[in-house]
């Protein structure tokens, strides 16, 4: 452990510095770590690793605020116990083809209500990325730039609170995503709901609850069963401006 190199990003911009610590992580060999020491709670970034780096990484938390976070990050010299396999188990769209109408009827719902289509790609980016679901993250990404969203604000949705790119709208919207995502932790906190409350109206407030319940039951079941990953090809568009 004392051997460790200590990794202080409180100097780095915001935007930065899950790049210098993903850079810094693939630069380990194996059984090797880092100390990193951050400003605020690392959460979002174990959430980030977990999705893109399964299996393959440590954490060991070591000093938990109010002022300075400290946290171990190695990279084991074997997979963690737990760790993925990349083997599809079973193809559940053909083998209940009824489930998969029942899920698309959620999103049927969800598509008819005022809710931007956009924010919607952004929910269903960040609950991909906490439950580690590497096809819906795939699928969402191509789907997002097909749409017209612009691909800085993609690789910044997992530090969304430390990036000026995303809308008091949008905020509330990925706040609300991560605290029912993480349900067990968060309880769904009553000052999340007022922020979410005070950008959408009743009916989208629940067109959006309904979109985080709809992405994580995807996210279940490409996880689950090991859909492949890579094969997706977005046939969205960018809508037409509206004329005036």
């Given at each position: 452990m004392t051997d460790d190199r200590i990794l202080d990003v409180r100097a780095e911009p915001p935007v930065r510095r899950h790049a210098v610590i993903f850079e810094t992580f693939e630069a380990l060999d194996a059984g090797a770590g880092f100390e990193l020491v951050n400003d605020h709670d690392p959460k979002p970034l174990y959430y980030q690793l977990a999705a893109e780096r399964p299996g393959v990484f440590t954490w060991e938390s070591i000093e938990e605020g109010p002022e300075v976070w400290r946290v171990r990050i190695?990279?084991?010299?074997?997979?963690?116990?737990?760790?993925?396999?990349?083997?599809?188990?079973?193809?559940?769209?053909?083998?209940?083809?009824?489930?998969?109408?029942?899920?698309?009827?959620?999103?049927?719902?969800?598509?008819?209500?005022?809710?931007?289509?956009?924010?919607?790609?952004?929910?269903?980016?960040?609950?991909?990325?906490?439950?580690?679901?590497?096809?819906?993250?795939?699928?969402?990404?191509?789907?997002a730039v097909a749409i017209g969203e612009d691909e800085q604000r993609l690789h910044l949705v997992p530090v969304w609170r430390e990036a000026p790119f995303f809308t008091p709208r949008e905020r509330a919207a990925l706040a609300w995503t991560e605290a029912l995502t993480l349900l067990p932790e968060t309880g769904a906190p009553d000052d999340v709901y007022e922020a979410m409350a005070g950008e959408f109206d009743p009916a989208e407030q629940i067109a959006l609850t309904l979109a985080i319940v709809a992405i994580n039951g995807w996210n279940r079941l490409a996880v689950g069963f090991r859909r492949p990953v890579g094969s997706y090809v977005s046939h969205r568009h960018t809508e037409p401006a509206a004329v005036s």
């Open positions: 190695g990279r084991p010299t074997a997979p963690a116990a737990g760790a993925r396999s990349m083997t599809a188990r079973l193809d559940y769209r053909t083998e209940l083809p009824e489930a998969i109408e029942a899920m698309s009827g959620l999103e049927k719902v969800v598509e008819s209500s005022t809710l931007e289509p956009l924010l919607l790609e952004l929910v269903k980016q960040r609950a991909s990325q906490i439950n580690g679901c590497a096809y819906c993250l795939d699928m969402h990404t191509k789907d």
